[in-house]
C-alpha cells in the first residue's frame, strides 16, 4: 500500500511555457501532499504543502503565482510551473500523508518524480 | 544553523562491514525521525522510521535516537553493493513537514 504516482516522469518544454505535473495517491487518501525540488547532488528543498480544498502554503522565498498549486481532491494534487525557465529546470518530487493514520504519525510516501528539463 | 545537519560524506565502505551515518537537528520539540535512502536519478523511500529514545532494528538497519543530545543515527551492517546510496536524515516539524539534511552518500566497494 501507500503508493503514490506522479506524471510525467519526465518532461521537455521551451523557456516560456506552461507545465503541469499530477500526484497521486493511488490506495489512500491524502488531505495534506507536499511538493519538492531537488536540484543535482543537493537535498530536497520544501517549496508548499498542498491542502484538500483550500490555499497551498508556500515556502519562504517559492513564488506562488509561479508555482500554482491545486488539490481539488483527496488524492490529487497538481502543480504547475508557469513561464518555465531554465532555471526551472529540476527534479521535482511530491509527497502525500496518509489521512487515515492516527496518532499524528508524519510518514511522507514519496512519488518518483518529474524531472523537467526547460530548453 | 541549520535544521538537520549530517555528517559529510562521501563514505566508502568495503563489502561486508558497517556503514555509520550520523544526524544531529536543532528543534528539541522534534518527535519523528527519518531515515530515507534515495538512488541516483529516483525519489526517496522510506527505510526507518524511530520515535523513542534508543535503538530500533530492522533487517541489517538500527535506528539510534538520542533526544536529549538531539541526535540519531544509522547503521548498515553487512553492507551490500545495493546499499550504495545517498541517506537523508528528515525530522518532522510543525504542519507534518518534514526538514531533510544534505543527505550523505554511501559508497560500498565490492
Known amino acids: 500500500g501507500a503508493v503514490v504516482s506522479q506524471h510525467p516522469s519526465w518532461v521537455i518544454c521551451k523557456s516560456g511555457t506552461s507545465v503541469k505535473i499530477e500526484c497521486r495517491s493511488l490506495?489512500?487518501?491524502?488531505?495534506?501532499m507536499f511538493w519538492y525540488r531537488q536540484f543535482p547532488k543537493q537535498s530536497l528543498m520544501l517549496m508548499a504543502t498542498?491542502?484538500?480544498?483550500?490555499?497551498?502554503?508556500?515556502e519562504q522565498g517559492v513564488e506562488k503565482d509561479k508555482f500554482l498549486i491545486n488539490h481539488a481532491s483527496l488524492t490529487l494534487s497538481t502543480l504547475t510551473v508557469t513561464s518555465a525557465h531554465p532555471e526551472d529546470s529540476s527534479f521535482y518530487i511530491c509527497?502525500?500523508?496518509?489521512?487515515?493514520?492516527?496518532?499524528?504519525?508524519?510518514?511522507?510516501?514519496f512519488g518518483p518524480g518529474t524531472r523537467l528539463t526547460v530548453l | 544553523q541549520k535544521e538537520v545537519e549530517q555528517n559529510s560524506g562521501p563514505l566508502s565502505v568495503p563489502e561486508g562491514a558497517i556503514a555509520s551515518l550520523n544526524c544531529t537537528y536543532s528543534?528539541?520539540?522534534?518527535?519523528?525521525f527519518f531515515w530515507y535512502r534515495q538512488y541516483s536519478g529516483k525519489s526517496p523511500e522510506l527505510i526507518m522510521f524511530?520515535?523513542?529514545?534508543g535503538d530500533k532494528e530492522d533487517g541489517r538497519f538500527t535506528a539510534q535516537l538520542n533526544k536529549a543530545s538531539q541526535y540519531v543515527s544509522l547503521l548498515i551492517r553487512d553492507s551490500q553493493p545495493s546499499d550504495s546510496a545517498t541517506y537523508l536524515c528528515a525530522v518532522n516539524m510543525a504542519d507534518y513537514k518534514l526538514s531533510f539534511g544534505a543527505g550523505t552518500t554511501v559508497t560500498v566497494r565490492a
Open positions: 490506495d489512500f487518501q491524502a488531505t495534506t
Open positions: 528543534d528539541r520539540g522534534s518527535q519523528s
Open positions: 498542498s491542502n484538500e480544498g483550500s490555499k497551498a502554503t508556500y
Open positions: 509527497s502525500a500523508r496518509d489521512s487515515g493514520l492516527a496518532g499524528g504519525f508524519d510518514e511522507q510516501f
Open positions: 524511530i520515535y523513542s529514545n
